[in-house]
């Protein structure tokens, strides 16, 4: 028997294995412990069936051939002159040499262009209704709406508000419409899955995955004036084009409409409103083309923490009232604090907005203000933004 120590890589795991080689043995009785054990384990039989397909292809699957492209286009009316500078226009000697009619220069003649864009949107409805972003609709002349199954047709919106930028189209034809079933957006917990589906950049049925990284974002946080919402913060990638298209949750619903990316510094954030919220504007946009905002013509803020590093208390104090509003006729004044609405606390202004949101046009509003060292109760009917707004 001839024994010679020597190293060997293995060619699969790229790996050194030192041991003892026997040349020239013929009996069995011999058994490199190393080698046995590691053949046993190469030798155990794999389960017959392994799960390839992940829960995002089954959630995809469920609500993707209800995810459309929205292809828009709108006459865009710019100014143009003759070619030549303004200044040597309007010189006389200019004109006299060339014939040109005296007087003032000639006004420049609009010239017309169309502009095209591209958005996303989610088929909510069999009878061919579809959510998007009131900005992706903003001003279109003509929508084109392509399905995932190859479908081209047009689209004309029936409904928009700028003000929680959603909007409602409806297809023409019959149909039959897939549709995506709606999740609810009250049950999101921060670290939810989420899923980003759309079209961004024109790149039709793209799928993108993160987490729920926040809730109740309120749109002044990111300093967006002008709109009233409290957005699903996410880091599943949006991209322009994502626009108006669904936020899905690990099940396959949708609980959200994609409508903000950050840019710049923080890029990566996402946005998207909740789809419960999103509901509501729908049902009044399919109802009467227009959705109805209850207001009482107030500027909240938080209230001011008792001193530097504590937390600010729960609340909201009011630093503007408007003239003429339901909050100036029910006696509210600057630096009243609200501490609760109909009996339930208030943490900040973005709650004392929501509850005032859910409330409702023309219903009472019970608030209970802290003026002072006094607590009292102040009954006032919310009006619609539109009256408020009102001379």
């Not at 010679?4 to 294995?17: I, K, M, N, P, Y």
């Not at 709108?74 to 006299?96: E, I, Q």
């Not at 749109?219 to 994502?242: E, F």
Request: glycine share 12%.
């Amino acid at each position: 028997m001839r024994i010679s120590q020597s190293w060997r890589r293995t060619a699969l795991g790229g790996c050194f294995v030192a041991g003892l080689l026997v040349v020239g043995v013929t009996s069995n009785s011999f058994v490199n412990p190393l080698r046995s054990s590691r053949s046993t384990a190469l030798a155990r039989p794999a389960p017959r069936s392994l799960a390839r397909e992940s829960f995002v292809a089954s959630a995809v699957e469920r609500s993707g051939p209800a995810v459309v492209t929205l292809e828009t286009a709108r006459t865009v009316k710019s100014a143009k002159v003759s070619g030549l500078p303004p200044g040597l226009m309007s010189d006389p000697m200019f004109r006299y040499f060339f014939g040109l009619p005296g007087g003032a220069t000639p006004q420049p003649q609009p010239q017309s262009r169309v502009q095209r864009g591209q958005g996303s949107g989610v088929l909510f409805a069999s009878e061919g209704l579809l959510l998007t972003n009131a900005h992706v609709v903003e001003n279109a002349d003509q929508l084109t709406v392509g399905l995932t199954d190859g479908r081209r047709v047009s689209g004309r919106v029936i409904g928009k508000d700028s003000l929680t930028d959603l909007a409602v189209v409806r297809l023409d034809g019959q149909g039959p419409w897939p549709t995506a079933p709606l999740g609810n957006s009250d049950q999101l917990q921060v670290g939810d899955w989420a899923i980003a589906v759309g079209n961004p950049f024109g790149l039709e049925s793209t799928v993108t995955l993160g987490i729920i990284s926040n809730l109740n974002r309120n749109v002044s946080q990111l300093g967006i004036s002008g709109k009233r919402l409290d957005l699903i913060q996410t880091d599943a990638a949006i991209n322009p084009g994502n626009s108006g298209g669904p936020l899905l949750n690990a099940d396959g619903e949708v609980i959200g409409i994609n409508t903000l990316v950050r840019s710049g510094p923080g890029a990566g954030l996402g946005f998207a409103i909740p789809i419960n919220r999103a509901r509501a504007i729908a049902k009044q946009l399919v109802e009467s083309g227009s959705a109805r905002h209850p207001m009482v013509g107030i500027g909240l803020s938080r209230v001011p923490a008792l001193s530097p590093g504590l937390a600010p208390p729960a609340g909201a104090v009011i630093r503007s009232v408007q003239p003429g509003g339901p909050a100036q006729r029910a006696g509210l004044n600057v630096d009243d604090v609200i501490v609760a609405i109909n009996g339930r606390s208030m943490a900040d202004p973005g709650e004392v907005v929501t509850a005032i949101e859910q409330q409702g046009v023309g219903k009472s509003v019970t608030m209970t203000i802290r003026r002072g060292d006094t607590t009292l109760d102040v009954s006032l009917t919310p009006v619609d933004i539109k009256d408020l707004s009102r001379p």
